[in-house]
């Protein structure tokens, strides 16, 4: 029993889903894949092609492993909501990049419910699947993200946008603006902070949004009132309230030239207000919106490293991405594109 998920690329709303706001993500073409059986026996066998890795480990006992942690946290999540399965062999295989913020971790959650979902026949649709994984990293994995990942690996395509309000969990699929593809390159750069510095900025955001009186930054209805919040507050919530209208503004219907126009506004606003940025994503950036056949270009994922993502006129990316490596890498920053994937790595 095999089945697949894939990674996920968010074009506007980032730092949003965990203020209860408004997302933009699609999915990549690289997958995650898991197959497993049952194997009679008393334990639990999982082993990660790519990482080389194995692990063993019973339902009264979370592995050591971390990355067998994401698919303990899939079975006990299974396990509370009144399903335990029995010892399985799962054999885990991807191609989606891992620690370049395009949510390897919600492809592997996602697969791994999925080939349960089939192999025993549960009755869990998409949205139930993503609920679960969420809850399987929360509470299993240690970070406490938001939904948008989750929900992107389990009903997103590459083809579409999946508009998500990330409170109400009302979407709507969304055709990517007319004649344009998408390309991801990574930076090259690690993101050693991201976790520690996201949960800063969600503990920062949690409290602008009490000193604001409001449940969560997706409530202020008054951007003014923002700027009587403190420093770094009040950028905090800047960034949040201003990406959560330009998510809103892109699914209006409008053309590429004015969604990439939001896109670079979202990166001016991540590094200037939300301050997730580096001075490789911005060279990055700076060198995909220069481009003339791309329309806009961000940083993408939590930040402090990782990817960025540009929106291009169709048929243009393999050749943009080639260029701005070239140009990128005379500074020995080890970039590498990552989507399309039908161009070779390199660096």
């Known amino acids: 029993m095999s089945t697949e998920a894939p990674g996920r690329v968010n074009l506007l709303g980032e730092h949003t889903d965990y203020n209860d706001g408004y997302v933009l993500p699609t999915a990549i073409p690289q997958t995650t894949s898991v197959s497993l059986r049952e194997n009679g026996g008393k334990q639990f066998s999982v082993y990660a092609a790519e990482l080389a890795q194995a692990a063993k480990f019973a339902m009264e006992s979370a592995p050591h492993e971390h990355f067998a ?3 303990y946290g899939c079975l006990r999540e299974l396990r509370d909501h009144s399903f335990e399965a029995p010892p399985l062999d799962i054999y885990i295989s991807s191609r989606v990049p891992i620690g370049v913020g395009l949510s390897s971790s919600a492809a592997l959650e996602v697969a791994t419910l999925r080939a349960l979902r089939q192999l025993f026949n549960l009755t869990l649709d998409d949205v139930a699947i993503a609920q679960l994984a969420q809850g399987a990293e929360i509470r299993y994995a240690g970070v406490n993200c938001g939904i948008m990942d989750q929900m992107a690996s389990s ?3 590459t083809r579409s946008m999946l508009f998500l309000d990330t409170r109400t969990l009302q979407r709507r699929v969304l055709a990517l603006p007319a004649r344009t593809e998408i390309l991801v390159i990574d930076s090259g750069v690690a993101r050693s902070l991201a976790a520690s510095k996201y949960n800063e900025r969600r503990a920062e955001c949690e409290q602008a949004a009490q000193l604001l009186g409001v449940k969560a930054l997706r409530d202020v209805s008054n951007a003014a009132a923002i700027e009587k919040l403190p420093q770094p507050l009040r950028r905090r ?10 998510v809103l503004r892109a699914v209006e219907s409008i053309d590429a ?10 990166h001016r606003s991540l590094r200037d207000n939300y301050e997730v940025s580096i001075r490789q994503l911005d060279r990055l950036v700076e060198l995909l919106q220069s481009q003339s056949a791309v329309h806009g270009a961000r940083l993408t994922g939590a930040g402090f490293g990782g990817a960025c993502v540009a929106l291009c006129v169709e048929g243009e990316a393999r050749a943009i991405g ?8 005379t500074a020995a920053q080890q970039g590498r594109i990552l989507v399309p994937p039908s161009i070779d790595s390199r660096v």
């Open 155 to 157: 009903l997103a395509d």
């Open 237 to 246: 919530a800047r960034h949040v309230v201003s990406e959560n209208n330009r």
């Open 322 to 329: 080639e260029r701005v490596l070239d140009e990128y890498n």
């Open 257 to 266: 030239a004015s969604f990439g126009q939001l896109m670079n506004a979202s």
């Open 69 to 71: 942690s994401y698919v």
